[in-house]
């Protein structure tokens, strides 16, 4: 048995010009990719998601670094996995157009360790 700790990691994920740019029907499909993409981080073997933060509504416009645009908190099983999540961007869809979910979206994960502090 391996006492190895998963990776507590931080996806930050922000939206970019292009979706800004797109017409409300490519927006759409953007989302529902979207949508696959995150529910595909859920559904991945070795993740366990801990939470989430959105900051679509006190920030307006893309989002080319901090503050990201929203934040997906989980525990990950090994440094692999979390490059498997971070690949759903360049191997998700967006609806019929030739497009890859990460001509949208920027993914950069935070890769650290849970801190735990000992009581006194």
């Not at 797109?22 to 559904?43: K, P, T």
């Not at 996995?81 to 998700?92: E, G």
């Amino acid at each position: 048995m391996s006492d190895k700790k998963p990776l507590r990691v931080l996806f930050c994920m922000g939206i970019n010009q292009n979706f800004m740019d797109a017409a409300r029907e490519e927006q759409l499909d953007v989302w529902a990719a979207f949508g696959a993409m995150w529910n595909g981080i859920h559904d991945m073997d070795g993740v366990e998601v801990i939470g989430n933060m959105d900051d679509d509504q006190s920030m307006v416009g893309p989002s080319a670094g901090y503050p990201w645009t929203t934040y997906l908190l989980a525990d990950v099983k090994d440094y692999d996995t979390v490059v498997a999540c971070c690949n759903l961007l360049r191997t998700t869809a967006v609806g019929d157009t030739p497009y890859k979910l990460w001509r949208y979206v920027k993914i950069e994960s935070r890769i650290g360790r849970e801190l735990i502090v000992q009581r006194a």
